[in-house]
């Protein structure tokens, strides 16, 4: 498959390490002018000068996907400095597990602030500036656990259940405007995330995966790579599994 994106400006959330920036690679080797955010400043400068050695328009910005004000005026600042917004990766999240009876008050709400609100702001402000080319992607990057869910993850499950109803929905609010909205609901990735697991749980977990191993970045970065790319443009409010065969 031929991915052309030149030309092309791509706002990825979390670009600045893990998935986010793994999807930020992909899609500036194959043209796109990258807009990467983080909270972390040092990390996101050295994403920036990593992804410029490939497409120099890349660039870092810090910003907290909670923070409506910070989002609206980034999306504004990218229209106004690039002329357009083609593709938003709604990849900003995290986790705060606990079981169910433990979990504070405050772990949920900011595990919903982070996954859930961020990917309503980031959508709110760019998709209006999609608007006025009729065309744009939408990636929102939820999670196996949104569908299967998980003991001790009942904020993130329903943070990330919630993008996919999010994700269905704004789908076909946008979709006579010709913009499509789809999800990425990845298995067990290899990131720092997932880096705190121990030994025997991952071992556990590979045990159930049927292709028997964890996914790797580049899994879903061609994904998202795939959905950005106009081999997608007749998809739209799509959840695709990339999980190994944990979710069937
Ligand atoms: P990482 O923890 O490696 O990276 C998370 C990224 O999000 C960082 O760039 C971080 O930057 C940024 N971030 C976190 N909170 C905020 C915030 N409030 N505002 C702006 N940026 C923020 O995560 P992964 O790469 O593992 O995960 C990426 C996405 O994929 C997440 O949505 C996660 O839920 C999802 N996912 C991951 C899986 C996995 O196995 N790893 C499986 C399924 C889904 P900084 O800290 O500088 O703010």
Not at 25 to 52: F, H, M, P, S, Y
Not at 58 to 80: F, Q, S
Request: aromatic share 4%.
């Amino acid at each position: 498959m031929k991915v052309d994106l030149s030309g092309q400006v791509a706002i990825i959330t979390g670009g600045s390490r893990g998935i986010g920036n793994g999807i930020a690679v992909a899609l500036a080797e194959n043209g796109a002018a990258c807009i990467i955010t983080g909270r972390n400043t040092e990390r996101l400068k050295k994403a920036e000068k990593a992804l410029q050695a490939i497409q120099p328009a890349c660039k870092g910005v810090a910003l907290n996907v909670e923070a409506r004000g910070e989002v609206d005026a980034l999306a504004k600042e990218i229209y106004e400095t690039f002329g357009r917004i083609d593709i938003l990766v709604n990849n900003a999240g995290i986790t705060d597990d606990q079981l169910l009876l433990r979990m504070k008050e405050d772990q949920w709400d900011r595990v919903m602030e982070t996954n859930l609100k961020g990917t309503f702001n980031c959508t709110r402000a760019s998709i209006k500036y999609m608007l006025k080319k009729r065309s744009g992607r939408v990636i929102n990057i939820s999670s196996v656990i949104g569908l299967m869910g998980n003991p001790g993850q009942a904020n993130y499950a329903a943070s990330k259940a919630g993008i996919i109803g999010f994700t269905k929905a704004v789908a076909r609010e946008f979709a006579r405007k010709q913009i499509t909205v789809n999800a990425i609901a990845p298995g067990y990735i290899v990131t720092d995330m997932t880096e705190k697991m121990e030994e025997k749980a991952r071992k556990g977990i590979i045990s159930l995966i049927p292709l028997a191993r964890l996914g790797s970045i580049e899994d879903v970065a061609n994904a998202a790579l795939f959905l950005s790319s106009e081999a997608a443009s007749y998809i739209t409010g799509h959840v695709l599994n990339v999980s190994g065969g944990l979710y069937i």
